[in-house]
């Protein structure tokens, strides 16, 4: 069974730093390509990042040079480097993968940007 487990979200001041991580157990980790996805109140789920089996990554415009996804395949684990945050960065993050044609999602991680 597909697990993801999503922590390190916080309260943080606009202009700081945050790093997001996701355990993933249950498949072939390093097999398939995977996403962050924020979705503040409100308003839709929105795909925030992606990087694939061989490590390509794209991003939404809003996020470009401030935020860096990355995957290690030994740790099974997913990351989300958020710098330069802002108050509109606020949301409940979550970790996404597409195994066999069913999408499967963590808990999620909220991040709050505010002084």
């Not at 924020?38 to 040079?65: C, F, W």
């Not at 996404?96 to 499967?104: F, G, I, K, Q």
Request: contains cysteine; charged residues 20%.
């Amino acid at each position: 069974q597909v697990r993801l487990v999503e922590s390190g979200g916080g309260l943080v001041q606009p202009g700081g730093s945050l790093r997001l991580s996701c355990a993933a157990s249950g498949l072939n980790f390093r097999l398939f390509g995977l996403s962050w996805f924020r979705q503040a109140p409100g308003k839709e789920r929105e795909l925030v990042a992606h990087i694939t089996s061989s490590h390509d990554t794209n991003y939404t415009d809003s996020v470009k040079g401030r935020f860096t996804i990355s995957r290690n395949n030994v740790r099974n684990t997913l990351s989300l480097q958020m710098n330069s945050l802002k108050p509109e960065d606020t949301a409940r993050y979550y970790c996404n993968v597409l195994y066999r044609s069913r999408p499967y999602w963590g808990q999620g991680t909220q991040v709050t940007v505010s002084s």
